[in-house]
Every structure is written in C-alpha cells, then in structure tokens.
C-alpha cells in the first residue's frame, strides 16, 4: 500500500542521502487511510528496568527503510526529558538538550500563550506533569493489524517490574472520515530533502532534512545544535503531542456571524482554512467547492503556496491563518 499522501504508484524516486535505516519510520511516513492507532504513556520507576524495557522494545521499531510504503503496522518510540533522566543519562549528555525541550511545554505556558481555559493546571492527567517517560504509539491500516501489533506491545511492559502504564489514548479515521470541523483529514505533509521520493504536486520544494531530522544541515545551511555524543542524537527529532478541544460551536457562530447565507459561510470558512471542507485548496478552487480535486491526492496538497513564473507565493493573509496557527504550534513544541 502506497503512503505518500495514498496517490498510488508511480512515484517519482529522487536521491537518497539520509540514514534511513537508523531513522524511525514514522518520522517520514505519512499516515494510511483508514487509519487505527494507540499512544501508550508509561512511567519509569526503575532506570534499569527502563533501560531493560527499551532494549526489548527495540527491535520492533521500524526503520524509515522504505518509508513510502506500508502494508503493515508499526511502532514508534519517544522519550521525554524526564525520561531520560529516569533512565540514567548522564547528566554532561542532559545538559546538551536544548532548554525549551529540558523545560517541557507545562514550563513554558507563558511562551505558548496556554492561558486560561488552556493553562496546564487544566489538562488531562498525567499531561504537563513530568510523569511521562516513554511514548510507545502504534500506527496500522486496518483493525486485525493494529490488534495484533498493540498485543506484541503489551508483552513487552505488562507484567515488567520498574515500568507502569500511566495512560492508552487510541485514535483513528475510517474512510471519508472528516475532523471535528467537518473538513477532510490527513493532508498536508511536507516533502522531506534527501528523503529518496521527488515532492507531490502542490508540496512545494522539498524541505532540508535538518529542519525534521537531527545531524543534517537546515534551512540556514548547517546542522542544528545536537545533544551529545552524536549517537545519542544523530537522526533523532524532536515531537510533541498536545491534546486538543476543538469548539466546533465558537467556529461555526463566527461564520454565522461575518455570513449571510450558507454559500458565503462555506466561503469564508474556506479563506480562514485555506481549503474547502472536501479539501480542495482554495488555491484550485478560489470560488466554489470541488469534491473531485478535494479526494485527488495529487492535486489537493496545494493549499498555501502556488507556481507562478517558477516562484511560490503564499495565499492572502485570510487562508493564511492556519498556516500561521500550524507554524506556530510547530515552533511551539
């Protein structure tokens, strides 16, 4: 099963220059449709029994080795910086990471503008509390498969003295599945340099591999900062996971409020999304819905830049919004 974006074959190959088989799949792979999947919170009691545990659970994390293609489900791997610390790092490797990641985000409210409703003293349990060590999360393309791979999983913790499960959160979209504002999902990923497939249409120049993955130079020219020793970070990334309420009521009675009637809702909600509720970009379709290029994976990803002349431009301020609201969230965690 073709994953890049599910556009079938026929992909374009383009040079391969990063370390696939020592990156972590799903760092490049995008998610299938339909999708079923479990994030697994666990807490360390015990560092040698932690270390015990990563040590079984490694040979199950699959390699970004053929990325652009899944026809099984897989396991990812994340550790936190408390983590870290229950796991033993030394404490001259510690000091490498970067402040914002040592910090976490419940640290850095004030940065990520979480105020209010949204204050850490608000979220879920056990978020924002430093009790997380361990992500396991497990990604498949169908029910049987992701049954059978979270049943692996738990063989490797169920049971392990010196680690607990603080908390499972499954997630999913079956096909035509549509997020909370009604808009069609799983569009959107960026073109990664290096990564050996030539970019969709739409996804504009590949972004450098430095930006996602760790040991390889960025935008600026030059590998980013790396925590220490390099094999403690070369090919790594960095991730965030933040849980969200999505006020489905507050977004639709601000197009009520700025529309008149349905079509100029639909309208306006398509300029502060940058694409239509089918997911046809604003770009391709500036006046009215188009479903077919909306379910056209190919086409569908040009959202908020467009060729002109051989340059990109972005799209208005309007349906610029999300792409401002996503960098954001990107820079924020």
Do not use: C
Not at 8 to 29: H, K, S, W, Y
Not at 79 to 101: C, R
Not at 170 to 191: C, M, T, V
């Amino acid at each position: 099963m073709a994953l890049i974006d599910r556009p079938g074959a026929g992909l374009r190959r383009a040079p391969l220059t990063i370390e696939l088989d020592d990156i972590q799949a799903t760092v490049l792979r995008y998610r299938p449709e339909p999708y079923y999947g479990t994030h697994i919170m666990l807490h360390v009691d015990e560092a040698q029994a932690g270390r015990e545990f990563v040590r079984r659970l490694t040979p199950h994390v699959e390699s970004a080795s053929g990325w652009w293609q899944a026809g099984r489900s897989w396991i990812s791997v994340a550790i936190s910086y408390t983590g870290l610390v229950a796991l033993g790092v030394p404490e001259d490797s510690l000091n490498s990471f970067p402040e914002a990641f040592r910090a976490g985000m419940a640290a850095r409210a004030g940065q990520l503008l979480d105020y209010g409703p949204n204050d850490p003293e608000h979220w879920d349990a056990p978020f924002g509390s430093g009790l997380i060590h361990v992500g396991v999360s497990v990604f498949s393309d169908s029910e049987q498969a992701w049954r059978q791979t979270m049943g692996m999983a738990r063989r490797q913790y169920e049971g392990f003295p010196g680690v607990s499960v603080l908390i499972e959160q499954d997630f999913g979209a079956q096909p035509g599945d549509l997020n909370p504002l009604g808009y069609k999902d799983s569009i959107g990923q960026p073109a990664i340099e290096g990564s050996g497939v030539d970019p969709l249409p739409g996804q504009g120049p590949p972004v450098k591999a430095g930006e996602f993955i760790l040991g390889y130079p960025g935008e600026a020219g030059v590998p980013l900062p790396m925590p220490q020793p390099d094999l403690l970070g070369r090919n790594g990334t960095y991730a965030g996971l933040r849980k969200y309420q999505s006020r489905v009521g507050t977004f639709n009675r601000f197009l009520r409020e700025h529309a008149r009637t349905e079509p100029e809702r639909e309208l306006l909600a398509a300029k502060l999304v940058g694409r239509w509720r089918s997911g046809a970009p604003l770009t391709l379709a500036p006046d009215r819905d188009d479903p077919e290029l909306g379910a056209d994976p190919r086409r569908n990803n040009e959202t908020f830049n467009v060729l002109r002349g051989g340059e990109y431009f972005f799209l208005p301020s309007l349906s610029a919004l999300r792409w401002l609201a996503d960098n954001h969230e990107r820079e924020s965690s």
